[in-house]
Structures are given as structure tokens and as C-alpha cells.
């Protein structure tokens, strides 16, 4: 069964410092999403991402983060200067539409630790 | 404004309980409905979308009330299995792609 992968599984940085989260989404999916999960909270909405550019974003998705699709497989989400805040789950997942009742598969997620 | 309203639990039943999870959404324009499950640390995966007629998939029944903007997810004959946090997810018209989690309601099944 066709999943969505996501490295690393978990990342530990120092504050200050860029990262940048690795998700291959399913292959003949054409809709792309960011989320995260602080510990205890609920899941948050990031960023979509369609036709190689931004359909929307949330209020979290400032000026320090960005989206990337480098190549045909993979998808990226880079934060430029990490904060102790950011730490979360980030979660990376897919759809084929983005029609009502369309079903975002999920990766497993990266663990991020900011120290 | 909280978007997507559950109460967290927890919910502790023995195997073969039934178990009700509420939920409520604010946005009268919201669109699409569904109830995802998520072990612990682990990614949210779709259990069922919820339909305006209500819908059933074995032991599991959802139902969806959009006059009092109130989502419902039924649980028969607990398994162990079952144990999980349920997750009420909405969409809204103007943004499909977007999905607004509820922050889960908590499901222990005992033996």
C-alpha cells in the first residue's frame, strides 16, 4: 500500500538554527500539506501546496518558514531559525483531490526537539 | 475562536461497551466531515468521513446534525484495538484543502 514517508523520524537542533523536514509524498498525489502537533495540542494546519507554489497558509506559517518541492518525489519544509516554540511533531500528507471528502493520508511524522 | 470543539475525556470502557463521541464545529460553512483516529505519537489516520444522511461502517456509526452544527461518532462492541484518541476534523467552503482538528477525545478499552 502506497504511504507517505518522512525523514528524519526525529531531529534535535539548537535554537537559532535552520532545519528542514524531508516528506516523499504518495506518487500520484497532487496536493501537499504541512502540519504540526505540539505536545498535548491539538493538530495545526501549516501550509497546502499545489502546482509547485502555496495555496494557502496559516497564521503559524511566518516569514521563517517555507515550502519546497526540489524534484518530482520530494517535499519540503524548511524553518530558518528555529525557536524553542517550534518544537512539535510535523506531519506531512497528501491527497490526490481536493474535493469534499478527499482523504489526506498522512506520514508518521518528524519529531522536532529545539534546545 | 476554537473551530473544533470535543470534549478530550478520557473515555475508560470495558471490551464490548458502547461509546459516543460528541463533537461541535463553529463554522456554519463548513463543508466536509470526518473522524480520524491517532495512536499514541503516531500520525492521524482516516477512520470515516462523516455524511449529512449519517453513515455506518461496521462498528462504527457517525452521524452529522448541521442545524445544531454537532458531529457524532458511535462505537459498538469495543475492542481493545479500539483504544486510541478520535479526532474530529472539519473542512470549510472556502478552503478545502484545510483541515481544522478537534484536540481529540481519548479511548481506553479495558479487557
Known amino acids: 500500500e502506497p504511504e507517505v514517508t518522512q525523514t528524519p523520524s526525529h531531529q534535535v537542533t539548537q535554537m537559532g538554527q535552520e532545519v528542514i523536514l524531508r516528506c516523499v509524498p504518495i506518487s500520484n498525489h497532487l496536493y501537499f500539506y504541512w502540519y504540526r502537533q505540539i505536545l498535548g495540542q491539538k493538530v495545526e494546519f501549516l501550509v497546502s501546496f499545489y502546482n509547485n507554489e502555496i495555496s494557502e497558509k496559516s497564521e503559524i506559517f511566518d516569514d521563517q518558514f517555507s515550502v519546497e518541492r526540489p524534484d518530482g518525489s520530494n517535499f519540503t519544509l524548511k524553518i530558518r531559525s528555529t525557536k524553542l516554540e517550534d518544537s512539535a511533531m510535523y506531519f506531512c500528507?497528501?491527497?490526490?483531490?481536493?474535493?469534499?471528502?478527499?482523504?489526506?493520508?498522512f506520514g508518521p511524522g518528524t519529531r522536532l526537539t529545539v534546545l | 475562536r476554537k473551530e473544533v470543539e470535543q470534549d478530550p475525556g478520557p473515555f475508560n470502557v470495558p471490551e464490548g461497551a458502547t461509546v459516543a463521541f460528541n463533537c461541535t464545529y463553529s463554522n456554519s460553512a463548513s463543508q466536509s466531515f470526518f473522524w480520524y483516529r491517532q495512536d499514541c505519537r503516531k500520525e492521524p489516520k482516516l477512520l470515516m468521513s462523516v455524511y449529512s444522511s449519517g453513515n455506518e461502517d461496521g462498528r462504527f456509526t457517525a452521524q452529522l446534525n448541521r442545524a445544531s452544527q454537532y458531529i457524532s461518532l458511535l462505537i459498538r462492541d469495543s475492542k481493545l484495538s479500539d483504544s486510541a484518541t478520535y479526532l474530529c476534523?472539519?473542512?470549510?467552503?472556502?478552503?478545502?484543502?484545510?483541515?481544522?482538528f478537534g484536540r481529540g477525545t481519548q479511548l481506553t478499552v479495558w479487557p
Open positions: 500528507a497528501s491527497s490526490d483531490t481536493q474535493g469534499t471528502h478527499n482523504e489526506q493520508f
Open positions: 476534523v472539519v473542512t470549510v467552503g472556502s478552503t478545502l484543502g484545510r483541515l481544522y
